[in-house]
């Protein structure tokens, strides 16, 4: 059985008629005839009775018309879902983010842009940083990500650079430095303060460049404790443990307990570019970049 037998066998029950059935398929008659006799052979049982003025269901055949419509519109529906699919506006999207990048500006806006355009993508975010967004792209548990590029990318691996971000200072609210937050600050006039940073392990490549730039500066920083996020970092810097440099991207959700002070003898370009692997399949991925590109 093909699925043209059920499409000329719904037109036949339709028009209870083979001639006009056969001119509704673009079809000769004979084709029609001989597709009907076929599918009553195939299924052992007649479903039209036939008579002088046309063609009337039996009522096996009526029972299979009722079905049969319900099937086709199974597939008819199958066929859109795949349409769909492959237009990049069904099915799902595993992104991963740097949770202070999505805060505000160009990452929420592309979200936002995309959910409107393709409702219907299921779109899954996990905040991660830069290292374990590679690493679960190289696995493929990510379709995508937006990270911050230190290093040259993964073999495999494509990127499209979107905006850079610099660092800032942040002190805790309850320290007395005398500082204008108007204006901005020498990182070498607190050096003698504790600081919270970053472990090395948890992102290598921006650790040993704000290293590097601090000493540039002459500056050591006294480093008091180590935090794994941003978010723990400024948490410590709100209790008052030590001030901080972070990505300029937190001014977009300042904490209550903590200032922040651009620097003046100190700069950073931190690059948020996204990336993806070379040989995604994922249809929506594509939509994506497209919707990423026009934000």
Request: charged fraction near 20%; include cysteine.
């Amino acid at each position: 059985m093909e699925l043209r037998h059920l499409r000329y066998f719904i037109a036949v029950a339709e028009h209870q008629s083979v001639r006009l059935a056969s001119e509704r398929l673009h079809i000769t008659q004979p084709a029609v005839s001989r597709q009907i006799q076929d599918l009553e052979q195939e299924l052992g049982l007649p479903l039209f009775e036939r008579a002088p003025r046309g063609l009337k269901l039996t009522a096996a055949g009526a029972s299979y018309l009722r079905d049969v419509r319900k099937a086709m519109a199974v597939l008819d529906d199958a066929a859109e879902g795949a349409r769909r699919v492959a237009a990049g506006l069904l099915g799902r999207l595993r992104l991963g983010c740097v949770e202070n990048a999505g805060w505000d500006g160009l990452v929420p806006q592309a979200f936002s842009r995309f959910q409107a355009e393709a409702p219907e993508v299921a779109l899954e975010l996990s905040v991660l940083n830069t290292p374990r967004q590679l690493g679960a792209l190289a696995e493929g548990a990510l379709d995508g990500g937006f990270i911050y590029q230190y290093e040259p990318l993964p073999e495999g691996v494509a990127g499209i650079p979107l905006l850079e971000h610099d660092v800032v200072l942040a002190l805790p609210r309850c320290w007395d430095t005398g500082h204008d937050e108007n204006l901005p600050v020498a990182l070498s006039s607190l050096a003698d303060r504790p600081f919270v940073m970053l472990p090395r392990e948890a992102y290598p490549g921006y650790y040993d460049r704000l290293i590097g730039a601090c000493q540039q500066q002459g500056v050591h920083l006294k480093v008091a404790q180590e935090a794994g996020t941003e978010t723990a970092i400024l948490s410590l810097v709100c209790a008052g443990i030590g001030a901080a440099i972070v990505n300029s991207a937190n001014l977009g959700r300042p904490p209550a307990q903590a200032r922040f002070f651009r620097l003046r003898d100190l700069s950073l370009p931190m690059p948020l570019t996204f990336v993806s692997r070379l040989d995604a399949g994922n249809p929506a991925l594509a939509r994506f970049l497209t919707t990423l590109q026009g934000v």
